[in-house]
C-alpha cells in the first residue's frame, strides 16, 4: 500500500515507518521535523496546513495520524487544540478530498482520567488534562468520519505510557536520575502503572494496516508492574542501588506546587510539577483484553525493554 504517516518523524513514527518499510509498503513521512534517519521520505509542513495534507494524501491508500501536542508543560495550552484536534480535522478533510478510506490514529488513555480501576475500551471519558480533552475530541472527529461511509474503515490505538531507545519523556528522565543517584521513591510505591515498549507498539500498529471495519485497543505489555517493580528494574539494569527513604506524596505535592509556582513567575520549565508528581504517584492501568483476544503477541516483555533501553541510552553513553 501507499502509506502517509504523519509524525513519521517522532519517537514512535521512526519505528513505525521501519515496520512498514519491512513489509513492503511504500512509506511517505508528513512531520513539522524532517526525519533523520528517512530525510529522503519527509514532507517537512505542519498537520495545521490543510493545503499541505491535501497535496501530501493524494495517491495515498492509506493515513496514519501519530502527530500530537502531548508534553506535560505546553504553552500556550490552546496548542493542544491547534495540533490534536484541528489536526484531526484536517486529516479528516484531506481523507475526503483524496477518496482514502483507511486511517489509523493513535490516542492515549489519558482520556480515561487517572486513578481509574483498569478501564476498558467502553470506560467513559474523564480526561483530567488537556491533552487527554483534545484526543478524545479528535476520537470523536475521526468517528464521524468512520460513520459517513461503510467503506471507511478506522484503528484507534490508546497507548499507555510508551517508552524506548532514544526517546527522552518521563521513563528516560527516571532512568537518569536513578543512575546519577537523585531518585527518591514519591509516595509508597505500590501503584501500578500500563507501559508499553516502543517496539512492540510500532509493530502493532503496522499490522493495523491490514484491519477493516472499526477497532479501537488499548495497548500496553503486561504484566502491570508497580513503580517499585519499574525502579528495582531500572536500577538491576543499571547495577545501582535504591535509596530506602520514601518521600510522602503530600511533601512531594507541596514541592511540585513551588516549582509550579517559580516557573509561572520566572519562564522557565522545571522537571518537577505537580501534574508530574500526581502521574507518578497515580495508579495508571488498562485493560489489553481487546488487545490479546486479537491474537497479537509482542515480541519484547516490559523488562526486555527497559534494559534494550539502559544499554542503548546509558551504558553506551558511559
Not at 151 to 173: D, K, Q, T, W
Amino acid at each position: 500500500m501507499k502509506v502517509l504517516v504523519i509524525g513519521g518523524s517522532g519517537f514512535i513514527g521512526t519505528r513505525l515507518v521501519d515496520e512498514l518499510l519491512e513489509q513492503g509498503h511504500e512509506v511517505s513521512i508528513f512531520d513539522v521535523n524532517r526525519s533523520e534517519k528517512y530525510p529522503h521520505l519527509t514532507q517537512q509542513s505542519d498537520v495545521r496546513s490543510l493545503k499541505d495534507l491535501k497535496a501530501a494524501t493524494e495517491g495515498k491508500d492509506a493515513i496514519y495520524n501519530l502527530a500530537a501536542e502531548h508534553r506535560d508543560d505546553v504553552t500556550p495550552l490552546s496548542l493542544y487544540h491547534d495540533v490534536n484536534v484541528e489536526g484531526a480535522k484536517n486529516t479528516v478533510e484531506a481523507a475526503k478530498a483524496n477518496g482514502i478510506k483507511r486511517i489509523i490514529f493513535t490516542s492515549t488513555v489519558a482520556i480515561y482520567g487517572l486513578n481509574k480501576d483498569c478501564p476498558d475500551e467502553n470506560f467513559p471519558a474523564e480526561p483530567f488534562n488537556e491533552y487527554g480533552k483534545t484526543k478524545w475530541e479528535a476520537e470523536k472527529i475521526f468517528k464521524a468520519w468512520k460513520d459517513s461511509d461503510d467503506g471507511h474503515s478506522l484503528s484507534i490505538l490508546r497507548p499507555a505510557v510508551v517508552f524506548g531507545e532514544g526517546n527522552r519523556g518521563n521513563v528516560y528522565n527516571l532512568i537518569a536520575q536513578i543512575n546519577t543517584g537523585r531518585f527518591i521513591m514519591i509516595g509508597n510505591g505500590q501503584n501500578k502503572k500500563s507501559m508499553g515498549y516502543v517496539g512492540n507498539i510500532a509493530n502493532f500498529l503496522s499490522l493495523l494496516i491490514h484491519h477493516s471495519g472499526y477497532a479501537v485497543y488499548n495497548f500496553c505489555d503486561k504484566p502491570d508492574l508497580t513503580s517499585t517493580d519499574i525502579t528495582n528494574t531500572i536500577a538491576a539494569g543499571l547495577g545501582k542501588s535504591l535509596p530506602r527513604f520514601k518521600l510522602p506524596l503530600f511533601v512531594g505535592m507541596v514541592a511540585g506546587s513551588m516549582f509550579d509556582l517559580v516557573a509561572k513567575l520566572s519562564g522557565k520549565k522545571f522537571p518537577i510539577s505537580v501534574i508530574r508528581i500526581k502521574k507518578f504517584a497515580a495508579g495508571t492501568t488498562i485493560s489489553t483484553d481487546t488487545l490479546i483476544n486479537s491474537g497479537y503477541q509482542p515480541k519484547y516483555s516490559l523488562q526486555e525493554g527497559i534494559n534494550r533501553m539502559i544499554e542503548c541510552d546509558f551504558k553506551k553513553e558511559t
